[in-house]
């Protein structure tokens, strides 16, 4: 799918068995608005179906397709915001998480072409970790002139303020009208265009999503309760020199299902 100049893909490759003459396969592309959700009018699902010789066959379908045009954001309470430009580095903008101060740092690295490697790192009170990581975008704009508006709302957890909700979305600028892929297969296709510096309308997709981001700052653990056994400290951490770096010790992208020993229950209301 592409949206103002970033391409990405949206599903696995699907495998089929064929009989037919591959140029005779057609495939119907369509999209229909979702759910109530935040911002209003982003969430759409899609569908993917191939069809031959009157046969239809479903390849694909995604319910959770965010992209607008200029969305409203504020119009999602409690949320903390950050916002990163022109980024391609371990530091960036913050927000706060629980009343802990947060940075988040992107990353960008060319393959071939137009072809990039995105990956997002946070840090907090000197302890940081990796959001996601090689993320794939085709982009037809220059990649600095890719942004990132990043924000949170808390869930229901206890203690209170230790778990959140993570939505990382990129934009670009709205292309010039005249650069607008055109309908009419006889006209010329241009897709490579540059945002005019007084464009202030922007195009939006959410690239990220996670409902188990655990930081928080002066969190109240006795909360949790008389039944609770807090440990105590026997001495300082120690420090154990290792020669070469363990083997699988790479980190991996936040998991959509990750789990933590803080629960967290589910709010209800519109998807985010």
Not at 11 to 28: G, H, N, S
Not at 221 to 231: D, Y
Request: proline content about 8%; hydrophobic content about 35%.
């Amino acid at each position: 799918m592409k949206v103002g100049g970033i391409e990405r893909p949206m599903c696995d490759p699907v495998k089929k068995t064929l009989r037919v003459d591959p140029r005779a396969l057609e495939f119907v592309v369509f999209m229909f608005p979702g759910k109530s959700s935040l911002p209003s009018g982003c969430l759409w699902s899609l569908r993917v179906w191939l069809r031959v010789n009157s046969v239809d066959h479903r390849l694909f379908g995604e319910d959770e397709v965010w992209v607008g045009k200029d969305p409203d954001f504020n119009a999602i309470g409690d949320a903390s915001f950050a916002r990163l430009k022109h980024q391609n580095g371990s530091s960036g903008n913050g927000l706060y998480v629980g009343r802990a101060p947060v940075s988040f740092g992107v990353k960008w690295t060319r393959i071939q072409g137009n072809l990039f490697k995105y990956s997002m790192e946070y840090e907090a009170g000197g302890v940081g970790g990796v959001i996601f990581e090689d993320v794939r975008l085709k982009l037809d704009v220059g990649p600095r002139s890719v942004g990132f508006l990043i924000f949170t709302v808390p869930s229901n957890s206890v203690p209170p303020g230790a778990s959140h909700k993570l939505r990382v979305w990129i934009r670009t600028l709205v292309p010039p009208s005249s650069l607008v892929p055109s309908l009419d297969p006889s006209q010329p296709q241009q897709q490579n265009f540059t945002g005019l510096p007084f464009n202030d309308s922007y195009l939006y997709q959410r690239l990220y999503k996670t409902d188990d981001f655990k930081v928080g700052a002066h969190l109240q653990f006795e909360s949790l309760g008389p039944k609770m056994i807090m440990a105590f400290s026997m001495g300082g951490p120690e420090v154990v020199g290792l020669a070469h770096a363990p083997h699988g010790g790479g980190g991996k992208g936040r998991k959509h299902s990750a789990s933590g020993s803080l629960g967290s229950v589910d709010e209800a209301g519109p998807d985010l």
